[in-house]
């Protein structure tokens, strides 16, 4: 198994989901689609949900975040203000920044990401052990990463665990 296979399965599995809301969407939310929020979750007003999406427990989404679907969000995790989030994976303990943009990526538990981090999606050839792989994909980053802000991680970047990128960088590759 790949990384960006953690994706394929997500998304598979989210297909499955029915919505329910365990903590708090304030007045001015958006929510289409099958989403299922955590105890404790609080969705702050002008943020656009569209499922399928689960949010875990103790969450704080917004103001004004976007989150599309098949995404997965896990305990615990802020995501500031005018942030996306699509087709990804983001573990427990997460921060992410203000004005980031994350499509098509893995984040692990414990990353803290400054603002305006951006993980777009792309075409991207992946070396796993020799083999080249051409896939459709973000970055995948590992256990508590972090990233100060305007940090730019370009398609297919794999950041091994406890990677620390000081800010305004352009990460390509993989960093052990």
């Not at 305990?75 to 943009?101: M, R, W």
């Not at 991680?153 to 665990?161: E, F, K, R, S, T």
Request: proline share 5%.
């Amino acid at each position: 198994a790949y990384p960006w296979d953690i994706l394929n399965l997500n998304a598979a599995v989210l297909r499955e989901i029915q919505g329910s809301v365990g903590g708090t969407v304030e007045a001015g939310v958006t929510l289409k689609g099958h989403v299922c929020l955590g105890n404790g979750t609080v969705v702050r007003s002008g943020s656009y949900i569209v499922g399928p999406v689960v949010i875990g427990s103790g969450c704080d989404i917004g103001p004004n975040v976007c989150l599309f679907p098949a995404t997965s969000i896990g305990d615990n995790v802020v995501i500031a203000s005018f942030t996306e989030v699509k087709n990804s994976v983001i573990g427990d303990d997460v921060s992410l920044g203000p004005g980031s943009l994350v499509h098509d990526s893995v984040i692990d538990r414990g990353c803290v990401l400054g603002g305006h981090f951006s993980a777009a999606s792309g075409d991207s050839d992946v070396k796993v052990d020799e083999e080249y792989h051409q896939v459709r994909v973000g970055a995948m980053l590992g256990e508590s990463c972090r990233a100060g802000s305007g940090v730019v991680a370009q398609p297919g970047v794999i950041m091994g665990n406890y990677c620390h990128v000081p800010p305004l960088k352009l990460v390509s590759g993989r960093l052990p």
